[in-house]
C-alpha cells in the first residue's frame, strides 16, 4: 500500500476549559479527496488549525510525506504544500487577480530588486490560470468577481505553492448550483494532479458526489473513516449525531383554525409585485423560491424593516399600518432573519440578554427598572423548554453553536408574545441534530395556535413541514399549494415560471 | 445739458483720479498671523489694530493659526499671493521662522512674542518685537530676593510653562540665576509643568500639599497658573503673606489677587505696547525705512505698592 | 493544571483591577505620601472631572459610536455659568449689566446649554446618519468657538463664593465634586444594568440591525445617548469651574482624549456592546494614580511622559488578554 501522505496521530488540543480534540488520528491518502464531518463544534476546524499551524496542538504528531513535521504557523504550513481555503475569504478586493495571487511575494526585477516586476507576474498568473483552465483575465480586480471565482483564485492560489494538500472549508456554502458543479469539476482536476483534497461540509450529497473516503468527527473524537462507498445518508447521521434520527420532519397535523393575517396586494418597487396571501390559526404556510426570488424582501416588508409603495395588512381583520419593527411587535409579529449574524444576534451579549432583549418593556418595575428576577426566572424557562445548550445563561451567545444562537432568537421572539412568527431560513447553518429540533419546536407551536411563516430553499424543508407553499418567483407568488401537492418537481416549476402568474 | 454732463463726468474723473492716487499711494495691508488667542494675544491684537487707527490708509488683516503651524503657514501665504505690504507673525513654533520668511516672498515679517532665533532676522526686512522673557524670571527673583532677605536656603515649588518653549526656559532661568546670584541655596521640593493651565497647576498642588512638604515659596512661569495655586492653598486656609506666589503677565484677575494680597507679585508684560511697536515696525519696514533688529518693550514688576498703576 | 486554567482565567477577567492593586501597592511602597487619607481623596478629586466625562464618553463608545466634544462642551459650560456668577464688584466682567443670578439657576442653565450639544449630535447621528466622529468633530469645534465667542478668550474670573462653595466644600470628610463623581458613576451603573436603556445601549453597540429588528427604537435612543454624555460633561464643567474658581474658554481643550482613554483602558469596547462602569472607574484611578504617584514621586517632567504612555500600554495589553482568548 502506497505511504500516505499524511498522518495526524493522537492530537489533542484544549481551550480554557475546553478539551476541543482528544486523541484524534487522522490519514490522508495521496490524490483523493477525504471528506471531514461532523456538525458544529465537533472539531472539524480546530483539527485543520492544528494542521495549519493557526493553533498549533497541544500533543500529538504530525507526518508530512512520511518525516514528523511541526508546523508553527500557516506560512510554514503553506511552504510544506499545505493549503488552505476558509470559509471567509478575505481577498483584497480593491487590487487585481495577480497581485491577489502573489500578495507578499510579488516577482521582483533583477536579483534583489526593489520593483515589482508586473509583466512576469501577468504571464506567471496566465499560466496558472490556463493550467487550471481557468478562463479569468489577471488584470481583473477582484471585487468585480463572483464569490466562486474569488475560490478558484484561492485554489490557483494554493497550486502556485505546490500545494499536494488543500483544504476547503465549506466551500460550497455561498455557491449557486451551477458553480458547484464547476467546483467539483476543478477538485476532479486537483485530483488529477495528484493533489490530495480535505473536504470539509455539512451537506451530506456533496460528499457521495466528490469524496473517496469521509471521516466523522464528534465531540472532539474520531469517530469513522470509511470509504465513501461503504456509507449511506443514514448511517452518516448516525456517526455525527451519536443517535439515530428517526424523524427529520416531526409533522404533526393539527387543526388549522381561522385566517389570522391577510396581506393584500404588496408592492416593494422592483422587488416584490402585489403580492397577496393569508395566514391561518396553527398554519405552517411555507415560502418556496429560488435565492433572489424576493422571498426576504416580502418578509421584511411585512415586518416593516423595508418600505412598502402600496399593499395592506389585516390582522383578526382589522387594518395595520406597519411601517417599522416595533409596530409589527406591537401586532405580536416576530421575524426570525435570514442572516443570523447581521440581523439576530448580538454577538458580544450573553445568552439572557439576546433573549430578553425585544421583549424588556414587559420586565420592568415602576416602568423604568427591570425586574431581574422575572427576567432570569421566564430566561430559564425558555432555556429548558426549547432546550438551549449553553453552559449558563450568562454565556456570550457568540460561544454557541449555530443552532443553539437560533434556539436563542426563536425564544425572543416568542417572549414578545408572537401569534405570527415568520422564519427565515431558520435551518440554515446548523447541523442536522439541532435542525431536527428546531423543526419539532415549529411544529409544536404550530399545535398550539401560533401562525408560522417559514422561507425555506430547502426543498426536503419546505415540503416536510409545511401545511402549505406559497412559491416565489421574481417577487411574484406564482403558485400557492395544499400540503397534498407538494412535491419537488411542482414546486421547482413554479418556482422558475417565470411568465406564468397564477395567483 | 451738455455743460452739466461734461462737468457731471469731469468730477467723476477727479473722484476716481483722487481715490486711485490715495489708494496706490498711501494704502498699506498689514496682515497678522497668531498663534491663539488667549489672553494676552487677545489684547496684544486689539493694540495693533488701535495703533492702525492713527493711519488712516492702513488695513489691517488679523487671522488666528489655532496652535497649528500648517495653518500658520498657509496664512502667510495666502497674505503674500494678496500682496500685503508687511506681515507681523506670532509664531506658534520657533523652528518655523525660515519656512516664514522664505513663504513671505520678499514681504518685511515682523515677529511678535514669541522669538524666533537671531540668526534669523536681520533687521532689514525682519525684525523682532518682545520682551526680553529673562528679564520677566529676574524680576521675580529680584523680588524674592527682598522679600527673603537674610535667609540663606530657599525651599521652592515651581510651576513651568509648556516644556521646550523659549518663555518657559527663559523665565525658568531668569528666575533661578537671579536667586542664586544674590546668594540663596536652592532646593527643589516640587518642579514640574502645569501647562499654563490654571486646572492643571491647582490639581498638582492640590497633591503636593497632602503630602505636607514644607516649602518657602511657589514660583509660576504665569499668573494662571499662580491663580491655580492660590486657589489650593487658600483652600487650605495657608498664609499667603508668609509663602509668596508670584507669576507673571498681569492679567486682570492676577491684578486682582495682588490687589487682595493673595498674589505677592505678578509681572506686566506689556502687551498694548508690543502690539504698537509692532504695527510701527511693519510700517517702517513697509516703506522701506531702516528697523532695528530687536524691539524690546520692557517687563514691569507689579506689586502691592504700584498695583494702582495698572 | 485545571486549577491554574481556573486561576488564570480570574486574573484574565479582572486583569484591569489586578493591575490598579498593582499600582497601589507599588507606590505605597515607593512614597510615604502615597497611601495617606488625604492624598488618596486629592486622588478623587483631582480626576472627578475627567471621571464623570469619562462615564458620559463611555456610554457613546459602548454604543458604538464616540463623542469627541465633550471636552468643548466642558469649556462651553465652564464660560456660561461662570460668566452668570461672577462678583459684581469687579470692573472687567464678561456681561456687565448681568444682575444677579442665583447659582443653582446658573448651573441649570449651562446643563440645559451643554446637554443640548449632546441632543444635537445624537440628532446628527441619528437621523442624517453621518459617523459620530464627524458629527462629534463638528460640534466640538462649533462649541470651542462659542466658548471663545461668548469670552473673546478672557477667562472669566472672579466668581462667587456660593458657587465657588459647590466645587470647593465638603460633606463631612468627603468633598462636594466626589460626591458628585460617585453619584453618577452609581446612576450610570443602575441605567447599564437595571434599565431598558441600559440593554438598549449594549445591543445598539453590539449589533444594530438586530437591534432594530428587535424593536429597538434606535434612532430616540442614540440621541439619549449622547445627551447624557453631553450631561455628563456638563456637570463636570460646571465642577471643575466652580474648583478652579475661574470660566476658561480653553478649560476642557484635550479633555476628550483622557475620558476616551480611561474608558478604553478600563475595557470599554471601540467595537460596541462591551464595557461595565468599575472597569472604567479602574481606568480612571489608573490614569489618576499614575500622575499622582509621578508628582509625588517628584519624577523629571520629561521622563513622567515616557513612564505614562509605557503604563497604558503595558495595562491594556494585559486586559486584552481575557478577549484574546476566545475564538
Known sequence: MEQPILEMKNIVRTFPGVKALSNVDFTLKKGSVHALMGENGAGKSTLMKCLVGINPPDSGQIILKGKPVVIPNPLIALKSGIAMIYQELNPVLERSV???????????????????????????TKTLLADLKLDLDPKQKVKELSVAKMQMIEIAKAISFNADIVIMDEPTSALTNNEVDHLFLMIERLRKRNVSVIYITHKMDEIFRVADEVTVLRDGANVITKPVSEMNINSLITAMVGRELTDMFPKVDCPIGDVRMEVKHLEVPGLVHDVSFDLRRGEILGVSGLVGAGRTEMMEAIFGLRQKSSGEIYIEGQKKNIHTPVDAIKCHIGFLTEDRRQTGIIPVLTVKNNTIIASLGNYTKAKFFLDRRKINKTCSEYKDMLNIRTPSLEAIIQN?????????????WLLTNSDILILDEPTRGIDVGAKAEIHSIITKLASEGKSIIMVSSEMPEVIGM??????????????VLDRKDLDQETIMRYATSINNHTA | MRTSKKIVLALMVLVVA???????TKQFKIGVTLYDRDQFISSLEQAIFEAAKAYPNVVVDSQDAKQDVNQQIAQVDVFATKKYDAIIVNLINTDTVETIISRAKGIPVIFVNRRPRDSAIDGIKTA?????????????????????????????????????????LERTRGVKETLTKAGFKLTKVYEDTAEWDRFKAMNQMQQLLGTGKPFDVVICNNDEMALGVIE????????????????????PPAKEAVKAGDMAMTVFQNAKAQGKVALEFALKAAQGQKIEKFGWVPFEPVTLENISKY | MRNENVLGRFVNKYAIFFILIVMILALSLLSPYFLTGQNLINVLITESGRGILALGVAFAIMSKGIDLSVGSVVSLVSVIVASMVQESSYTARIFPNMPYVPALVAILVGLVAGTLVGVINGSLIAYTGIPPF??????QIIARGIALIITNAYPVPMLRQDFKQIGQGNIGPIPNVVIVFAAIALIAYILLNHTKFGKNVYAIGGNVNAARTSGIKVEKNVVAIYAFSAFCASLA???????AASGIATLGNGYETDAIAAATIGGTSHAGGIGTVPGILAGILILGILNNGLLLLGISPYLQQVIKGVIIIVAVVFDMRKNAKRR
Request: proline share 1%; with cysteine; charged share 25%.
Open chain 2, 18 to 24: 483722487v481715490g486711485t492716487a490715495f489708494g496706490q
Open chain 2, 128 to 168: 523682532y518685537v518682545g520682551s526680553q522673557e529673562f528679564d520677566a524670571g529676574r524680576m521675580q527673583g529680584e523680588y524674592l530676593s527682598k522679600f527673603f532677605k537674610g535667609k540663606t536656603e530657599l525651599r521652592y515649588v515651581l510651576f513651568m510653562g509648556q516644556l521646550g518653549l523659549e518663555n518657559t
Open chain 1, 466 to 479: 409545511s401545511d402549505r407553499v406559497l412559491v416565489v418567483c421574481q417577487g411574484r407568488i406564482t403558485a
Open chain 1, 98 to 124: 495577480m497581485e491577489n495571487i502573489w500578495l507578499g511575494r510579488e516577482p521582483m526585477r533583477g536579483k534583489r530588486g526593489v520593483f515589482v516586476d508586473h509583466k512576469a507576474m501577468y504571464e506567471n
Open chain 1, 400 to 412: 454557541l453553536s449555530g443552532g443553539n444562537q437560533q434556539k436563542v432568537l426563536v425564544a425572543r
Open chain 3, 237 to 243: 464643567g460646571v465642577l471643575i469651574t466652580a474648583r
Open chain 3, 134 to 139: 464627524i458629527a462629534t468633530l463638528g460640534t
Open chain 2, 232 to 251: 489650593a492653598m487658600k483652600a487650605l486656609k495657608m498664609d499667603l503673606k508668609k509663602i509668596p506666589v508670584v507669576g507673571i503677565d498681569a492679567t
